[in-house]
């Protein structure tokens, strides 16, 4: 399965995608960081059309689950859950995996 953890840039992303080893997993966060750290930039949770955004980012790269480490990112998605669902796309609240 192929798996999207927002808030790359925080060490319990990385914790998180070490417990998640037998899917392909990639890193995204809204943040500003170094291109070369092989995260992907996501938009940011406080746009207006965030959510539509992270789907079409979604099913672009493929992405099954979104493991979301933010809360604002978490709030926002699940507004859209139902949305997302349509597209077999799972929103999980990444904060507590841990």
Same mark, same amino acid.
């Given at each position: 399965?192929?798996? $999207?953890?927002?808030? &790359?840039?925080?060490?319990? !992303? *990385? ?6 080893? #037998? /899917? ?17 930039? $996501?938009?940011?949770? &406080?746009?207006?059309?965030? !959510? *539509? ?6 099913? #672009? /790269? ?37």
């Amino acid at each position: 399965m192929k798996v $999207l953890i927002t808030s &790359a840039t925080s060490s319990r !992303a *990385h914790k998180l995608k070490a417990t998640l080893a #037998d /899917n392909d997993v990639v890193l995204g966060d809204f943040n500003d960081f170094p291109s070369f750290m092989g995260i992907i930039k $996501l938009p940011n949770p &406080a746009s207006d059309t965030y !959510a *539509h955004e992270m789907l079409t980012l979604s099913l #672009d /790269n493929g992405f099954e689950a979104i493991y979301l480490l933010n809360q604002q990112e978490l709030d926002v998605l699940l507004l859209s859950q139902q949305l997302f669902n349509e597209y077999n796309i799972s929103i999980i609240d990444g904060q507590h995996k841990l």
